[in-house]
């Protein structure tokens, strides 16, 4: 058992140093100041999830078969063997990658400006922000804006910020902050308003996993004398996946960029379907409850070889929903957080990105725990019962329907803020 457990926390360790920097590095081989290359980087946020997805397809398929039905220690020896491929092809192209060099960590450049402009929150801002303190290069400088001013109260200069060196003097991180590195702290916090309103999706993403695997274990999944496992309906939503991805990237990358000038939907617009998507795989989905339900109380409730006489495929529309709609919103937040954040906190950013998946999951178990409580308080079961047929789980999913259609208002209220803001940093550089 502790080698059981020692390997899958190297697993998951690796997953978490690999999915924050991966998409990161991939983006730092493109040079955004050229229009061919941003137009290329568009369409490897999409190759990028498609693969992903491919991988999962395979796992969940193939490699979950060769476990099953042939030798489970051939399947693990098969991860084994891909992922030493991988390291190979990644060291591979050493020589001809683009490094961009480390500007320290951006924690600890976060805390600095923080700190510096609490400990300067009594001093009165220049009238001209030209005084204010910097020393970045016309390359790496990121020029003044007028939002979070308060922050800008780490970048004046005050007695006693400068410590005498060997060749000269230079500013005391933790007393004076340049204007560029009070800007990137900056874009950081304009990433947390769209941040809190992509959380909800992963919410509804986490019911596919739970309650409607429970929901196919009582239909009927038989086709042509072949029992289909509840659990493997996932495997429509990896379709929908790859369907979108390679429809996207085909057809409507070109189109748009024929018609808009383009290349595809901005990252706010894929996030905005994706938020539309899941809300209507709700909807879909407590409709399609509602005639399960309507389903048992006619016939009784089912049993493991007496299921009741309504299609596990009926299922399929909700699963494609979100399906859909995880492909828009994965990507659309990958190039969000990655292209909007400063040059240095790329990673940071993609592990931020990363984080409303895993509190997607944390409310959806404070929401399942909040309805048991609320709707089960008189005795009853409530719509949460242990058995979905003495439940009204259509209900959970109407709930999640609406709290779905006011957080996109909410979204798209942040979303247009993020936009007015975007122009007015345009309008700034042009200066």
């Known amino acids: 058992m502790g080698i059981l457990y020692l390997a899958l926390y190297l697993i998951a360790v690796g997953t978490g140093g690999l999915k924050s920097s991966v998409s990161g590095f991939g983006t730092d081989q493109f040079d955004e100041k050229n229009e061919a290359e941003k137009t290329q980087m ?6 990028f999830f498609f693969f992903i997805s491919l991988g999962t397809l395979t796992a969940v398929t193939v490699l ?9 220690s051939l399947a693990y020896g098969i991860c084994a063997i891909s992922m030493f491929i991988a390291i190979l092809i990644i060291l591979s192209g050493t020589r001809k990658y683009r490094y961009k060099k ?7 450049n976060i805390l600095q400006v923080l700190v510096v402009a609490i400990k300067k929150r009594k001093m009165d801002l220049p009238y001209d922000y030209g005084m204010l303190h910097e020393t970045s290069t016309d390359g790496s400088r990121i020029r003044h804006t007028d939002q979070f001013r308060y922050l800008d109260k780490a970048a004046i200069v005050a007695e006693g910020d400068f410590v005498r060196t060997t060749t000269g003097s230079d500013a005391n991180p933790w007393k004076l902050c340049t204007v560029t590195r009070v ?63 390679a429809v996207y990237d085909s057809l409507v990358i070109p189109l748009w960029k024929k018609w808009k000038g383009t ?37 009784g409730e089912p049993t493991s070889t007496n299921p009741l006489p309504i299609s596990v495929f009926m299922l399929i529309p909700q699963f494609f929903l979100i399906g859909a709609g995880e492909a828009f919103i994965y990507t659309g937040q990958l190039d969000f957080f990655i292209t ?26 404070f929401l399942v725990s909040v309805v048991k409580k609320v709707t089960g308080s008189h005795g009853g079961q409530g719509w949460l019962a242990g058995d979905i047929d003495h439940g009204r789980l259509d209900c959970f999913y109407g709930l999640l329907a609406i709290l779905g259609v006011i957080n996109f208002v909410v979204y798209l209220v942040v979303a247009a803020w993020t936009k007015k803001d975007d122009k007015a940093s345009q309008t700034v550089e042009m200066v």
Request: hydrophobic share 50%.
């Open 42 to 47: 568009a369409y490897f946020f999409n190759r």
């Open 64 to 72: 979950v078969y060769i476990q099953d039905e042939v030798n489970r």
């Open 102 to 108: 480390s500007a320290g960590s951006p924690i600890v």
């Open 183 to 245: 800007e990137e702290v900056k874009m950081m916090a304009r990433l947390l308003p769209i941040w809190g309103t992509t959380i909800l999706f992963w919410t509804a993403y986490a019911q596919m996993m739970t309650f409607s695997v429970e929901q196919a274990s009582t239909m009927e999944r038989s086709v042509a004398g072949f029992r289909i496992p509840a659990g493997s309906l996932n495997v429509f939503f990896v379709i929908a996946i790859l369907l979108t991805c």
């Open 263 to 299: 290349p595809g939907f901005t990252d706010l617009q894929r996030m905005a379907l994706g938020l539309i998507l899941s809300t209507l795989g709700m909807a879909v989905a407590a409709f399609v409850e509602m005639k399960r339900l309507s389903v048992s109380k006619k016939v």
């Open 340 to 365: 909007r954040s400063p040059k240095s906190m790329k990673t940071m950013s993609t592990g931020l990105f990363l984080t409303t998946l895993s509190l997607g999951f944390f409310m959806s178990s």
